[in-house]
């Protein structure tokens, strides 16, 4: 086979797995997207690398070993390839070619003197995640970035162009396309997200796969791996006449065409090089077949390492959750509904996500589960869980509430943070527990009926009982799961009188009674 | 010719009642002096027991005179069954599906231009279309099926007279359709105590939760003043007695086999809370209806055909 086609086929299968995984975010699924979204989704390193440690004995969770033989084999293809947040960076920099003078769209090798940050990152990273904290990882890894990304920014302008189809098609009486919710994401994250959206575009558009080799943990990681791979590029001596077209392609500043020289360890397997080179002057080398001499820095990088190790331990050190916000205690006011403040603690985590600590431990914050989520009660946090659990989701009560017969999330979640439910088990997996606020009531302070906590009770752990000639809430707490529904029914302002406090480590509630069938109605005439 | 100016509207729907009520003149029965408002069809009340609900809707709408009481050819119809919930229709919390898909089946037959069916769901709105077994049903005898949840295809009204609820956000095809017919599901309400034909037009306005600050019964009998359903179809075929109105099992149902036809929405709601197994004087909102002229509880004085199949 031609070098020169390896180029081709990297961008159609980089193009394939992008695509899937996008629509994967954007909820749109089907019968065809799924199992392949869902294999690619298997082959993201932290990710795979997470579930491993949830699910360890599972062909599905062995994405991460697949990814370092591949990278063992043939380097960093996975950066080039299977990455999605990759393939975003190629198409900046693809769009950022346009804006720029056609002398500065080249690349320039650039010696590899920034390995101290690079590799402090990566034990960082791992550092903190040692120490119970994804911190870093949610901040830097590319899967997680392109989520963010995709369901932060991409989904919302995405709702926007569905929803104001909706509206022209209706005009015109089709109902062919369905609305969309609008989800309800918190300005902070929608800022950070920008954030990164921003900082890797400017680093694409001003030197190409820069992020991947500085930022980020994975490249860093599998540049370890890259550096000694099996097969490399290399150039040919014979045929190659320095005439430094491969240099100027080379998005990851790898190449050294005067001395030539590839950087494997910065290398991303894109084989621009090879497309480029009239000559065939690249060419795969076998590195065990070979009788060169490997330059790699392996003796720096070891010092650089170490160094890295205490620099970083001292960052683990300082981070120490973040205070909880304490709730102000103030004299409560009962002259109207809902003027009791109330609210939990902690946020609530996902069915299937076990406890607050699994979840903060194995959740890269892709935000997945939030746009997979039919009714949107799955929202990024901020700091809600502390600095530990960065920006991962919770279930927010205030604009939606967890469909009872719904497990999708405990489907799609490809870390094991939140982990595979059957419908019967979510059924009485309690997420946490309502709590009725008698003193901030409608009923009680009105003397109106309302009972929309009730109405909207799936198990009925929410019971109206007689109250003075209305009916009044009750609660039965080993009946309620926490799916919220009560909170979201309720219709006081600003409190609501029933609210969801979280379960730390989730519960069993107990199984509704037996579907024993109707029973029969014996009299055979009308009472009217 | 979509967004149609809403007055224009209501003009034309008063002028279609009062018409059709002088050509059904000779038809209607010698009661209909004493009743509050129009009532079309040879009867009030309509109530028939039976083991087959579409049987049952049928042998109904015989006794009534038709649909084509109240469809008229080329006008267009909505059609608003309960959709609250995301569960299958064995759990009988939704409108019964093949009874949706009879009544557009016979709109259509009648000459309607266009069906159209939809409702504000409590649960996830497509999980609940589906799942309710509705959107299919609908969809299979020719209607269409339209979103509840989007809150652009509401539109702001003023109800007149209203206590409580002086002002609403209406969905637009309750706004802009010819013949409005409601399809409730008789369940208990943890709210209300029961759920029919009056409590099943939440189910058309946006923001609910008002409702429910503001004094609920009040404001379920202030919206009646705004728009009575043309037509009030009840499904008490297997009747939620507890746990409503979403239910928890199919332990909470009772086989009541009934179902009930009427204009008249206090009628219906009247009758259908007799088979629940309440008085209907003592549910809020039908006390009130009764008090604020909306309708009567008063069954007696009412022509009330009884079919047993």
């Known amino acids: 086979m031609q070098l020169s086609h390896l180029k081709k086929i990297r961008i159609g299968v980089s193009l394939l797995i992008f695509v899937f995984l996008l629509l994967f975010f954007l909820n749109i699924h089907g019968r065809v997207i799924d199992p392949v979204a869902e294999f690619f989704l298997r082959l993201q390193f932290f990710p795979s690398l997470l579930r491993f440690t949830v699910i360890t004995l599972a062909v599905s969770s062995l994405g991460f070993l697949l990814v370092l033989l591949l990278t063992f084999l043939f380097g960093r293809v996975y950066c080039s390839s299977i990455c999605p947040l990759g393939t975003l960076q190629d198409m900046i920099i693809a769009a950022g070619k346009r804006f720029k003078p056609r002398k500065k769209r080249r690349f320039v090798y650039t010696s590899n003197k920034k390995l101290i940050l690079r590799y402090s990152l990566l034990a960082a990273t791992l550092l903190f995640w040692i120490f119970g904290s994804l911190f870093l ?92 791979s099996l097969y490399r590029i290399a150039f040919d001596d014979s045929a190659c006449n320095f005439c430094g077209k491969c240099e100027r392609v080379c998005k990851a500043e790898c190449l050294d065409s005067k001395n ?137 009560y205030h604009k939606s509430f967890c469909n009872f017969d719904c497990v999708r999330c405990t489907e799609v979640c490809p870390t094991g943070a939140i982990k595979k439910l059957d419908r019967e088990t979510k059924h009485i997996t309690q997420v946490g527990i309502a709590k009725f606020m008698y003193e901030s009531c409608i009923v009680t302070i009105d003397r109106t009926d309302c009972g929309a906590c009730s109405e909207h009770c799936p198990t009925k752990a929410v019971t109206m009982v007689p109250y003075n000639g209305l009916w009044l809430p009750e609660m039965e707490p080993d009946l309620c799961i926490g799916c919220g529904a009560c909170e979201y029914a309720c219709p006081t302002e600003p409190y609501k009188a029933i609210f969801v406090e979280s379960n730390a480590v989730h519960k069993e509630a107990i199984p509704l009674s037996d579907d024993h069938g109707p029973r029969d109605h014996d009299k055979d005439e009308f009472p009217f | 010719m979509y967004r149609r100016d809403f007055l224009k509207k209501s003009f034309l729907y008063g002028a279609a009642a009062g018409l059709g009520a002088s050509a059904l003149g000779p038809l209607t029965p010698a009661l209909a002096g004493l009743r509050p408002h129009i009532i079309k069809g040879n009867y009030d009340l309509v109530a028939v027991r039976g083991d087959d609900l579409v049987a049952m809707f049928e042998r109904a709408m015989q006794e009534m005179g038709g649909m084509s009481q109240w469809v008229k050819p080329g006008q267009t119809v909505v059609v608003k069954p309960n959709i609250g919930w995301d569960v299958i229709p064995d759990r009988a919390a939704n409108t019964n599906p093949d009874l949706i898909g009879a009544i557009v089946r016979h709109c259509l037959q009648a000459g309607a231009s266009r069906v159209t069916v939809f409702d504000h769901t409590c649960d996830n709105w497509q999980r609940s279309y589906e799942n309710s077994g509705i959107e299919q049903a609908a969809r299979d005898a020719g209607a269409r099926i339209v979103p509840g949840n989007f809150e652009r295809n509401y539109r702001d009204v003023s109800i007149p007279g209203a206590v409580r609820l002086k002002e609403a956000k209406v969905h637009e095809q309750i706004l802009d359709n010819d013949v409005f017919i409601n399809v409730p599901v008789l369940k208990h309400h943890s709210s209300t105590n029961v759920t029919i034909a009056m409590k099943n037009l939440m189910g058309i306005v946006w923001d609910r939760r008002y409702w429910h600050r503001n004094d609920l019964h009040q404001c379920i009998a202030d919206f009646c003043l705004f728009r009575k359903p043309d037509l009030n179809i009840v499904d008490a075929m297997l009747v939620m007695t507890q746990n409503g109105p979403r239910g928890t099992s199919t332990a909470d149902l009772v086989r009541k086999n009934s179902l009930l036809i009427s204009s008249d929405i206090v009628a219906a709601d009247a009758a259908s809370t007799l088979i629940f197994g309440e008085q209907p004087a003592n549910i809020g909102h039908l006390a009130i209806a009764e008090r604020m002229n909306i309708g009567s509880l008063d069954l007696s004085r009412m022509n009330i055909q009884r079919v047993f199949m």
């Open chain 1, 137 to 228: 990882m949610n901040l830097l890894d590319p899967y997680s970035n392109f989520g963010k990304i995709s369901v932060t920014l991409i989904q919302p302008v995405f709702s926007m162009l569905n929803n104001s189809l909706v509206w022209l098609l209706q005009s015109f009486e089709v109902y062919a396309v369905s609305p969309m919710l609008a989800q309800s994401l918190p300005a902070d994250v929608v800022a950070v997200s920008m954030g990164i959206f921003g900082v890797i575009a400017v680093m694409s558009v001003w030197r190409g796969r820069l992020f991947c080799n500085s930022l980020c943990p994975v490249g860093s990681m599998l540049g370890l791996v890259s550096s000694r």
């Open chain 1, 260 to 396: 030539k020289i590839v950087d494997h360890g910065r290398c991303i397997s894109c084989f621009n090089c090879f497309d480029s080179c009239a000559n065939n002057g690249l060419y795969y080398e076998n590195a065990f077949a070979s009788a060169k001499k490997v330059q790699v820095q392996n003796n720096s990088l070891l010092q650089i390492e170490k160094r890295s190790f205490f620099l970083t331990l001292a960052a683990g050190l300082l981070s120490v959750p973040v205070l909880k916000k304490m709730a102000a205690a103030q004299p409560a006011d009962t002259s109207h509904p809902g003027l009791v403040p109330t609210g939990t603690s902690l946020p609530v985590t996902p069915p299937g996500s076990v406890s607050h600590d699994h979840f903060t431990g194995k959740c890269i914050a892709c935000y997945l589960c939030v746009g997979a989520c039919p009714t949107n009660v799955i929202v990024p946090s901020f700091f809600d869980y502390g600095l530990e659990g960065f920006m991962q989701p919770k279930l927010d």
